[in-house]
């Protein structure tokens, strides 16, 4: 079978321990498994995503020994490929338009589908929602770590598709690149665990195939939270001293259990101990790895 992984970061900043743990377990996958792996950087929201993150994101990962394939993929230049899928889904009344504002609905949990057999507010601007209730509903799929998953999206709402403001949502990207791309394997963390079955439904509405999908633990701090740029976790270092125990830091919190003798060894070392001895089933199936 062939392989083709990726790592798809959102640069709203540089990358910390919790994204290299990541970026890591995504390339050591495809690397054990003689495949391809691809960097996609994830830039529909320009607000977010300050001007030199991405540079510096690919400079981590060079230094970390994280090598990609090929040209980089920004989500930036790609609009034409979303719009013809937004045109497909709008088409087959999979996605329709909305005006409704969050604060009409939040007391629900989630947005609860008014806008399906026409705009409520046809007169403010309209985003567009995918329609949950069209199935497959359960979604049932198998991830590798944690077995059999079963999760039904309209509980969790018509997601956004399109922005009112015009941007592209990310459940849309991530699924017309994953399949542009040709991923065969998804490999992330678990806090996008619960995105997948909005994920699965378009891919299905698209007439994509579906990828093998492994969720990775979360590394949280010692505050209880996930590392995130959020809670300030600091950014990867550049420095081959800092980077190598580093690199075997991120190793163990993937429960790859690296000998100690490699804690001082060159990146390119430590990679090729762990692309031969790489198992995803060693990690313990839970959302949080806490930090050791
Ligand atoms: N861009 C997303 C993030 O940084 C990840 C997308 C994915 O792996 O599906 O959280």
């Known amino acids: 079978m062939p392989y083709v992984g990726r790592f798809a970061p959102t640069p709203s900043g540089p990358l910390h321990l919790g994204s290299l743990v990541a970026a890591l377990g995504s390339w050591l996958d495809a690397r054990a498994a003689g495949g391809r792996w691809l960097l996609r950087i994830e830039d ?10 991405a540079a510096t ?19 930036h230049q790609r609009d034409d490929a979303y719009q013809a899928a937004l045109d497909h889904l709008a088409t087959t009344a ?5 005006g409704c504002s969050r604060k009409e609905w939040q007391h629900l949990g989630h947005y609860p589908g008014w806008c399906r057999e026409g705009p409520r507010h046809p007169e403010r601007p309209q985003a567009w929602r995918l329609r949950t209730d069209i199935g497959p509903n359960p979604v049932i799929w198998q991830d590798r770590l944690f077995g059999t998953q ?3 999206p309209t509980t969790q709402g018509d997601v956004v598709v399109k922005r009112k403001d015009g941007l592209w949502a990310y459940q849309l990207a991530v699924v017309v690149d994953d399949a542009a791309q040709g991923i065969t394997d998804v490999v992330r963390g678990y806090d ?7 994920q699965r439904q378009l891919q299905q509405a698209l007439d994509y195939p579906e990828p093998r999908y492994l969720h990775l633990p979360l590394i949280r701090g010692d505050d209880g939270q996930k590392l995130s740029k959020q809670n300030l976790a600091p950014p990867l270092p550049l420095d081959d001293a800092t980077v190598r125990p580093l690199l075997h830091r991120a190793l163990t919190l993937l429960d790859q259990r690296p000998p100690a003798a490699l804690h001082q060894a060159p990146v390119a070392t430590q990679l090729a101990w762990a692309v031969d001895a790489w198992s995803p089933l060693a990690l313990t199936p839970r959302a949080y790895r806490d930090l050791t």
């Open 192 to 198: 996008l665990l619960d995105n997948t079955p909005w």
């Open 94 to 98: 999979r996605v329709y338009p909305c």
């Open 57 to 75: 994101i690919q400079r981590q990962l060079e230094v970390f020994g994280l090598t990609w394939d090929g040209e980089v993929c920004f989500q």
């Open 150 to 152: 079963r999760l039904d």
């Open 44 to 53: 529909i929201d320009p607000p977010r995503c300050p001007p030199q993150a």
